[in-house]
């Protein structure tokens, strides 16, 4: 079975200033991981995703994210927010083919800009 | 053109009735989802339908039936509505049970009074 674990519900920071939000995975199978991005009242929008090949992921709005394999994680970051980056964010792994592909979620991150 | 189209919006219905959410997606995908996001918007895999097949179903009361009339649309009945259903319901579709990228709609809001 696969399970996310997002390591901070509420991550507050001040504009222009860099952001790393955190999410370490489990698996005993090759998975998909994605981060998805949650604007209040609306539904989900993906950044990023890495399927394979480079570990360093570029994704929409100046996100990237590092998929590391030894420490089984998918850290997103973004270099300098702004306002418009307040939402919840949640990192996501796929379950496998025969498994539907359904997408099991993390506890989501709620990132919060400040002027 | 909306990707991934649900409605109602919102819902707000009384304890005991029956309602219904419908989804629509215009992307061509084989397979299409029903996820629960609850007042701690944690987010949960409900129903899995791919080319109008059940293939995921995540122990939900049987309260809840999802129909797939087609491949392009995947309907939520639920039945004797109770407190506890009242979440947002997100209907999503990818392209197939691979799931390399998932599309979803905005929401189906329900309160149940």
């Known amino acids: 079975a696969q399970s996310v674990t997002q390591l901070d519900s509420q991550v507050p920071v001040f504009e222009e200033a860099p952001v790393e939000l955190r999410c370490n995975y489990s698996s005993s199978v090759s998975v998909y991981l994605f981060w998805y991005v949650q604007y209040p009242n609306q539904g989900l929008q993906l950044l990023l995703k890495y399927l394979s090949g480079s570990t360093l992921v570029k994704g929409i709005n100046g996100f990237e994210a590092e998929f590391n394999k030894s420490q089984t994680s998918f850290h997103l970051r973004k270099p300098s927010v702004h306002i418009s980056d307040t939402a919840e964010y949640f990192c996501?792994?796929?379950?496998?083919?025969?498994?539907?592909?359904?997408?099991?979620f993390g506890q989501g991150t709620e990132l919060s800009v400040k002027p | 053109d909306t990707a991934v189209s649900q409605t109602p919006k919102y819902l707000v219905t009384q304890m005991g009735n029956d309602k219904s959410i419908k989804c629509e997606q215009n992307?061509?995908?084989?397979?299409m989802y029903w996820y629960k996001q609850d007042s701690k918007k944690f987010l949960k895999i409900m129903f899995s339908?791919?080319?109008?097949?059940?293939?995921i179903n995540e122990t939900v009361p049987n309260r809840f039936s999802p129909k797939s009339p087609d491949k392009a649309h995947l309907n939520l009945h639920i039945n004797s509505l109770e407190l506890g259903d009242s979440a947002v319901y997100f209907c999503?579709?990818?392209?197939?049970?691979?799931?390399?990228?998932?599309?979803f709609g905005q929401g189906t809001r329900l309160t149940v009074v």
């Open positions: 996501a792994v796929s379950a496998p083919y025969n498994q539907g592909g359904k997408l099991i």
């Open positions: 999503a579709s990818s392209q197939d049970r691979s799931n390399t990228e998932a599309f």
């Open positions: 339908y791919n080319n109008k097949e059940l293939i």
């Open positions: 992307l061509g995908h084989d397979t």
